[in-house]
């Protein structure tokens, strides 16, 4: 029987065949979205990453009879360490075939380096920062992922489960059948939150007049997901990054900022149209015809990705969720979307998920962080 060896990434052309190796392995598969290769490079790469302001990677790729069997990346970030008080490491970048030996290399090999660093435990799938993939699918194989979702074979999950890891968190995505008409609950709640607490919903029509509330919608962020699982708030070096990487692509009708008095963004809801099927037919790549797939997608589909929603602390109780779901609801209603798919909630979340219940929902995809101390 052949041995795995496992090579460390050293060059632009190890990196290229990092990024190529899933394209290969799901090929004709119908659920997996591909990244497309541009942002997979300038995530990974020290140079154009600002996580690296704070994370130390390192990426291996496993061989068997000299074809590429699998890939996998360790990254250690400093900051969440500090935030939460733990010494882990995150493994994120997995794949690899169904041969146990060669998911026992790629484990072993972060692991192994995890020991080198006195860790007390390794977790993933996770990326530099939340904006990356991270959850391991274990539920809705048989369903069409999201841009902003990791896709999986169903070995996976066991081959991780063989190798001694447990469940630590588990996300879950929803599908919802847009309806004829916004609940006259959700309206009801909209005009007496914008009412009592003297908000205002941020009129727009461009995607540059979203742009200057850009880095407060960040913000926002920041302070309502603090105490979610790992997550690490963003630097102003990544939220102006992100900025300039996504803003100038979004479709006002479908962004909803909620603003104070203050003119501060204290709740926010950013969907897209969907670009899953686009993606599949570009396969990774932007040309010579993927961006023309993209273009298309955005200007006629059906299908819309809630990719990120978020409220300040101080007005997660006063209903401004609310707010947001009912004009992203109408936005969908007026322009023929059929379908919504929301962004991932911690299984635990019981606040963010009871928002959907006044709709035709069902469960889309589970999503998994798997964990085992050293």
């Known amino acids: 029987m052949s041995k795995v060896e496992i090579k460390e990434v050293k060059s632009k052309s190890d990196l290229n065949k990092f990024i190529a190796f899933p394209n290969k392995l799901y090929k004709g598969n119908k659920y997996r979205v591909p990244q497309l290769d541009i942002y997979e490079k300038k995530s990974l790469d020290r140079k154009k990453n600002p996580a690296f302001d704070f994370c130390v990677a390192r990426y291996w790729l496993a061989y068997k009879d000299e074809k590429i069997v699998g890939r996998i990346a360790g990254i250690l970030n400093n900051k969440s360490n500090d935030i939460w008080n733990e010494k882990y490491l995150r493994f994120g970048w997995i794949d690899f075939i169904d041969d146990i030996e060669v998911s026992t290399a790629l484990i072993n090999t972060v692991e192994n380096w995890?020991?080198?660093?006195?860790?007390?435990?390794?977790?993933?799938?996770?990326?530099?920062?939340?904006?990356?993939?991270?959850?391991?699918?274990?539920?809705?194989?048989?369903?069409?992922?999201?841009?902003?979702?990791?896709?999986?074979?169903?070995?996976?999950?066991?081959?991780?489960?063989?190798?001694?890891?447990?469940?630590?968190?588990?996300?879950?995505?929803?599908?919802?059948?847009?309806?004829?008409?916004?609940?006259?609950?959700?309206?009801?709640?909209?005009?007496?939150?914008?009412?009592?607490?003297?908000?205002?919903?941020?009129?727009t029509k461009k995607a540059k007049d979203i742009l200057p509330y850009a880095k407060k919608m960040f913000q926002t962020l920041n302070e309502a997901f603090q105490h979610l699982y790992g997550y690490v708030p963003l630097t102003d070096k990544q939220i102006k990054q992100y900025t300039n990487d996504y803003f100038s692509a979004i479709d006002p009708k479908y962004v909803c900022f909620i603003l104070n008095k203050e003119d501060d963004v204290v709740g926010f809801g950013i969907s897209i149209l969907s670009l899953s099927k686009a993606l599949q037919k570009a396969n990774g790549k932007l040309f010579p015809f993927g961006f023309i797939h993209i273009l298309k997608a955005l200007k006629k589909n059906d299908t819309v990705d809630m990719l990120l929603q978020g409220v300040k602390p101080d007005y997660i109780k006063k209903g401004v969720a609310a707010v947001f779901y009912n004009k992203l609801m109408q936005a969908y209603i007026d322009n023929g979307i059929k379908t919504a798919i929301t962004s991932h909630i911690l299984e635990d979340n019981k606040n963010s998920h009871q928002m959907f219940d006044a709709y035709d929902t069902r469960q889309h995809l589970r999503r998994r962080i798997y964990i085992k101390h050293l």
């Open 114 to 203: 995890g020991k080198v660093l006195k860790i007390e435990a390794v977790h993933g799938p996770l990326g530099f920062t939340d904006m990356d993939l991270e959850g391991m699918l274990v539920e809705g194989f048989d369903e069409i992922g999201t841009q902003a979702v990791i896709y999986n074979y169903p070995y996976y999950p066991v081959h991780l489960e063989k190798l001694g890891y447990k469940k630590d968190a588990d996300w879950i995505q929803h599908e919802i059948k847009i309806p004829k008409e916004v609940p006259e609950r959700v309206k009801r709640i909209t005009d007496l939150v914008l009412k009592k607490y003297e908000l205002r919903i941020l009129e």
